[in-house]
């Protein structure tokens, strides 16, 4: 990966942990909400390091690493994949901080 994109990762990653050296004091839950990343989408060819680099991230900022495969949120039932995408989201936030990935995503959409 370029350094360019090393460097803008790593600010935007800086600005969305807690831990973070800029830490704005702010009294609305909404203010700060709003400068912390949400979500990212790594795109690109097979074999390019998408899955390394979400756990360089997870690592670099102390977090919690989950991967999820599409294949295991996938059902025949109507309505047991989104139970299932939902149960992700659900672990996810009670091993906060954390990075969620979901490897093969192109297949569950």
């Known amino acids: ?44 060819l097979p074999r390019m390091g998408k899955t390394h680099l979400a756990r360089t991230i997870a690592k670099s900022s102390s977090a919690n690493f989950i991967s999820v495969d599409a294949a295991s949120l996938q059902h025949k039932w109507s309505g047991e994949s989104e139970k299932a995408i939902k149960a992700a989201f659900t672990l996810a936030t009670k091993l906060y901080p954390y990075v969620l990935f979901f490897d093969e995503v192109d297949a569950l959409f």
């Open 1 to 44: 990966m370029d350094p360019a994109t090393k460097d803008h990762l790593r600010h935007l990653i800086a600005l969305s942990i807690s831990s973070a050296p800029f830490k704005p004091i702010a009294s609305s839950h909404l203010i700060q909400k709003q400068l912390r990343l949400n979500g990212t989408l790594l795109y690109g």
